[in-house]
């Protein structure tokens, strides 16, 4: 397999940081994450009885929140809640003591092959550079007949603050995200049998622009990826944002966009 770069490893670990410091925030700003991670649950297909899985898997569990779901709707199986952050297991790990945990990168799953029945990602893929890795991993360990799960950001997200932090400098202060044709071909051209992948708009809005941006610092969402955002803006710099994302206001608020691709696929046999 082949090793990662020093700048991916660094870009990991600060992934990892970022969340580790938000692991106790996290939960209470986490409205919009519950309700992806409810809708995804919600395309589970069918055709899976509750008896079928013995062994599933939480990619990038975070707090735990949707490892609990998952123990309640799967009882007698085991499960694995699985993150890149220490800190998040942690949590994860008062929340759910029964489980196992593994701090580990979705790009590199230190599990067997053929050894999940169900792979459950909400959120969280979005921050790993290398999707056909993950997809590759997933066909790897999950079981034949096995199921991945996942919800990501895609293209779009954010689009407000984005085009807001663009009347200030042309710094990167906005994660970019996949656009979901690279999701629909990345996932075509995996071993996986896609069964269904679609993406859906969320809509929040705020008062002013500080309650988004510090949902996104205690989610530990604030880590920029590509390029580095400078590290002080001056305050005409912010008045400047504040400004521009007033041009986006609506009755209910300023809104904040999140591009969601929601992907169901299948080891085949
Ligand atoms: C937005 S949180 C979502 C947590 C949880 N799934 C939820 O929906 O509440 C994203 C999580 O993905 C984890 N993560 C980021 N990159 C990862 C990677 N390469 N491998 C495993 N986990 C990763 C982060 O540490 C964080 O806990």
Redesign the pocket.
């Known amino acids: 397999m082949r090793e990662l770069s020093a700048q991916q490893q660094n870009n ?1 670990q600060q ?2 940081a970022a ?2 410091r938000a692991a106790a925030t ?1 939960d209470s700003v ?1 409205d919009f ?2 309700a ?2 409810a809708r995804l649950f919600s395309l589970l297909p069918e055709s899976i009885s509750s008896e079928q899985i013995q062994q599933w898997l ?6 735990g ?2 490892c609990e779901h998952l123990q309640q709707l799967f009882a007698s199986a085991r499960g694995t809640g ?4 220490q800190g ?1 297991l942690a949590f994860a790990r008062t929340r759910c003591p029964t489980l196992s945990y593994i701090c ?4 590199q799953l230190p599990l067997q092959d053929n050894s999940q029945d169900l792979i459950f ?5 979005q ?2 550079t290398d999707f056909s890795k993950v997809l590759r991993e997933a066909h790897r360990v999950l079981k034949p007949g096995g199921v991945l799960l996942f919800s990501s950001l895609a293209d779009g997200s954010l689009i407000e603050l984005r085009r807001s932090w663009q009347a200030v400098d042309n710094a990167s202060h906005v994660n970019q995200f996949r656009t979901l044709q690279r999701y629909q071909d990345l996932t075509a051209a995996s071993a996986l049998q896609v069964l269904d992948l679609h993406c859906h708009t969320h809509t929040y809005h705020y008062a002013k622009v500080a309650d988004l941006t510090h949902e996104l610092k205690h ?3 604030d880590h920029v990826q590509e390029g580095r955002a400078p590290g002080l803006v001056s305050r005409q710099g912010l008045q400047r944002l504040l400004r521009a994302y007033e041009d986006y206001r609506q009755a209910q608020g300023l809104p904040a966009t999140w591009q969601v691709v929601y992907g169901v696929l299948r080891k085949e046999g």
Not at 82 to 85: K, Q, R, V, Y
């Open positions: 990991k992934v990892a969340f580790s996290y986490a994450q519950r992806v991670g939480d990619l990038g569990c975070g707090t929140y949707f699985l993150d890149l952050a998040m580990a990168d979705a790009e990602s909400s959120l969280a893929l921050w790993c989610l530990g969402a």
